[in-house]
């Protein structure tokens, strides 16, 4: 419900102006009337009330639809600009931290691949076709064979369905999904394939 109440919020905030100006231009044209005041007042506000909560509805269906692929967990923090989630190989065999470097750099959307040492990788990620990104690291934790997943949306990106929420997460399922990572078991007593957030 949170998750849905947070696309919805974002789907007003980006209608609200719209609907200020329509009403403002009503008032102008037809004057203050009756007539006017009802629609300004209840008509057009809820007709907005229920466009904004179905925008807010395919914002949590796309969402949901782009964790399942990931096998990750979806809450209210997905909306977050920062996403840290630890992350397991769907398959572990020998050599599988070369074979996760070696799809992400082959991906089209990576760029800017970067290794700090052998256990860290810094990266730019294009969650679509525009040229924007976020900014991502993995390291890896070869005693549990676990992988944190860490990326940030600093550019303003367009978000998920256009709401302007949820990118850093929608684009962390598409690295796990790219690079044969899925959500794992419970770490540090957190949610499963969720790590919270830290400063």
């Known amino acids: 419900m949170k998750l849905l109440t947070g696309f919805w919020r974002a789907a007003a905030v980006k209608l609200v102006p719209a609907l200020l ?33 179905g925008w807010a509805v395919v914002g949590v269906w796309l969402l949901r639809r782009r964790a399942r692929a990931a096998g990750a967990a979806v809450s209210a923090e997905a909306l977050e600009d920062r996403q840290r989630h630890v992350l397991r190989p769907t398959r572990v065999q020998d050599g599988w931290q070369e074979r996760v470097r070696e799809q992400l750099e082959a991906s089209e959307r990576s760029f800017l691949v970067a290794e700090k040492g052998r256990e860290e990788i810094r990266f730019r990620w294009r969650p679509g076709r525009l040229d924007r990104s976020v900014r991502g690291s993995m390291s890896f934790d070869e005693p549990s064979g676990g992988v944190v997943l860490d990326v940030h ?3 303003g990106l367009l978000g998920v369905a256009g709401l302007g929420k949820g990118s850093a997460f929608a684009a962390l399922c598409r690295i796990a999904g790219a690079t044969g990572l899925e959500a794992g078991a419970l770490v540090d007593g957190h949610p499963a394939g969720h790590e919270r957030r830290t400063a």
């Open 153 to 155: 949306d600093g550019e």
């Open 21 to 53: 100006l329509l009403s403002a231009m009503d008032f102008v044209d037809d004057g203050l009337t009756w007539h006017s005041v009802g629609e300004t007042l209840f008509i057009r506000p809820l007709t907005w009330a229920v466009m904004t909560l």
